[in-house]
């Protein structure tokens, strides 16, 4: 099972609200990531959790704040987001962060899509 | 900045014909490598990945590597209408320094296949 779930589907939020994304993985994966991806190009890399302690915030504005309560899920929070954040936003999991071969493979999860109005 | 670049695309086939996605990248040093699959809308989906040179086969799918020219590939042979999608090229750097933990992209290619 490589399943990875994301929730929500779909997201529209005010520049004001606070809103979370929230992602789950089952497979034992001690690695998690957030990515961000705009139509057209290819996922852009957000945040990475290995052993549930952030490893890379690839300088990400604060007003995204990732949060790993424990190995098998991840949260996004969100807080008053730009119109330009809009974007469909990426959980994926593999085994290990510092690891090559099949220990590394990366699943991804359904994503959400973000609108920001 | 690891590049990966992919052959720009778009990718027009007709069915049944062999479809070649190309893709070559900067740092020699990088030892695996995926495939992915992205229909629009969608996210994306690993359908194939190769850690030593050579081919590797699955289904209708064949990656292969060389490192040595810091290339790979995926052919589709018998090309469906529904493998009309975006493939993404994708490196993990060594495990070292800033590389560590991260997967580089390409650009990705569009693929039509069309019956």
């Known amino acids: 099972d490589t399943e990875v779930t994301q929730t929500p589907k779909h997201l529209v939020m005010g520049m004001t609200n606070k809103k979370s994304l929230k992602c789950e993985q089952h497979?034992?994966?001690?690695?998690m990531y957030w990515y961000k991806q705009k139509a057209k190009k290819p996922p852009e890399l957000m945040f990475v959790?290995?052993?549930?302690?952030?490893?890379i915030n690839e300088s990400v504005p604060s007003r995204f704040s990732p949060e790993c309560p424990n190995s098998s899920l991840l949260n996004l929070h969100l807080h008053a987001l730009q119109p330009e954040d809009s974007a469909l936003y990426l959980c994926?999991?593999?085994?290990?962060?510092?690891?090559?071969?099949?220990?590394?493979?990366?699943?991804f999860g359904p994503g959400t899509r973000l609108t920001v109005t | 900045q690891k590049e990966v670049e992919q052959n720009s695309g778009p990718l027009s086939v007709p069915e049944g014909a062999i479809a070649s996605l190309n893709c070559t990248y900067s740092?020699?040093?990088?030892?695996?490598f995926f495939w992915y699959r992205q229909y629009s809308g969608k996210s994306p989906e690993l359908i194939m990945f190769?850690?030593?040179?050579g081919d590797k086969e699955d289904g209708r799918f064949t990656a292969q590597l060389n490192k040595a020219s810091q290339y790979v590939s995926l052919l589709i042979r018998d090309s469906q209408p529904s493998d009309s999608a975006t493939y993404l090229c994708?490196?993990?750097?060594?495990?070292?320094?800033?590389?560590?933990?991260?997967?580089?992209f390409g650009r990705g290619t569009q693929l039509t296949v069309w019956p």
């Open positions: 994926a999991s593999s085994q290990f962060v510092q690891a090559q071969g099949p220990t590394y493979e990366q699943y």
């Open positions: 190769i850690y030593s040179n």
């Open positions: 740092d020699r040093g990088s030892q695996s």
């Open positions: 497979m034992g994966h001690r690695a």
């Open positions: 994708a490196v993990k750097g060594p495990d070292r320094g800033s590389t560590l933990g991260r997967l580089y």
């Open positions: 959790y290995s052993y549930e302690k952030l490893s």
